[in-house]
């Protein structure tokens, strides 16, 4: 699915979806196509299921965002140091 998509099946909630198709530009992540995974009314709700998802899968893409948003906005943070394995 497209964002538009999304925006227009599920109105005013929060969506957990897993990014399918995307790529690198200008430091921010360009989702082309994505699925729902889960919807909420409150955002704690869907921060845990993206969380929980994340933790499961850690090499797949999960985000979480309220459709109320015309885009998506997705910075990509660089990460310096060493992380725990």
């Not at 925006?7 to 360009?30: C, P």
């Not at 993206?50 to 090499?59: D, F, I, Q």
């Amino acid at each position: 699915m497209k964002w538009q998509e999304v925006r227009q099946a599920y109105q005013n909630e929060w969506i957990v979806f897993e990014a399918l198709k995307a790529r690198s530009e200008n430091n921010k992540r360009i989702v082309e196509d994505l699925a729902v995974i889960d919807r909420y009314k409150d955002s704690m709700d869907a921060l845990r299921r993206y969380t929980a998802l994340h933790k499961e899968n850690p090499g797949r893409e999960y985000y979480f965002f309220h459709t109320s948003r015309e885009e998506l906005d997705i910075r990509e943070k660089k990460w310096t140091g060493l992380r725990r394995i």
